[in-house]
């Protein structure tokens, strides 16, 4: 299952959603603008990484776990297209 933790954790991610797409080639542009669409967000989530390391603060900590949670959301999205995609097919 996809899902992230640190920012660092979207490269293995982004590979695994990329191979998804190419199980699907009629599907691959879609894969393309989903992962321009998660790009920053997972941008927005470091800069939010790199204030909680600097400030060890309670809120920037919960900042940090309300982005990780909303790119999952998104990343379980995506799941769900490509496995209705392969049953449609």
């Known amino acids: 299952m996809l899902s992230i933790q640190t920012s660092l954790d979207w490269n293995a991610v982004e590979t695994e ?14 894969i393309k603008r989903i992962c321009d669409t ?11 990484e ?7 603060s309670r809120s920037s900590y919960q900042d940090c776990q309300r982005q ?8 379980k999205l995506v799941q769900k297209f490509h496995l209705m995609s392969l049953l449609s097919t």
């Open 68 to 75: 990780v949670q909303k790119i999952n959301e998104t990343l």
């Open 38 to 48: 998660i790009r920053p967000e997972i941008s927005k989530l470091g800069n939010l």
């Open 17 to 30: 959603i990329r191979k998804l797409g190419n199980s699907l080639p009629m599907f691959k542009h879609d």
């Open 50 to 56: 790199v204030e909680n390391r600097r400030t060890h």
